[in-house]
């Protein structure tokens, strides 16, 4: 089994920043491909980023891009962050990290969540 475990959320005004960490625990013995998710209240969860493994891939969705950035921890293959800059009230959700089998936008490749954490953005 693997736990995945976020942080850092909060209330924020908008413009502010945030970063989002995600630990992973447990059978943890190899670096995966992952990802950040978001359910925005009374809506679906929406793909956000992902990274491979290795960190050399990184994708966005379009709401996102150029203002979030996802990263993996140098010391901690399988931790990873995100760094959230210029948010908007619209960024308010729940966050979801999550382990992928594969690369992928799509929430049905992935096969760990975290518990999520909750981001505020006030105007």
């Known amino acids: 089994q693997v736990q995945l475990a976020e942080s850092g959320g909060g209330l924020v005004q908008a413009g502010g920043s945030l970063r989002l960490s995600c630990a992973a625990s447990g059978r943890t013995s190899s670096s995966y491909d992952m990802g950040w998710f978001r359910q925005p209240p009374g809506r679906n969860r929406e793909f956000v980023a992902a990274i491979s493994w290795s960190g050399g891939n990184t994708g966005y969705s379009g709401s996102v891009k150029g203002r979030f950035t996802i990263s993996r921890d140098d010391h901690a293959a399988n931790t990873i962050y995100l760094q959230m800059n210029s948010l908007k009230p619209e960024d308010t959700a729940t966050y979801y990290c999550?382990?992928?089998?594969?690369?992928?936008?799509?929430?049905?490749?992935?096969?760990?969540w975290g518990q999520g954490t909750q981001v505020t953005v006030s105007p």
């Open positions: 999550a382990r992928a089998r594969i690369y992928s936008s799509r929430a049905l490749d992935y096969d760990y």
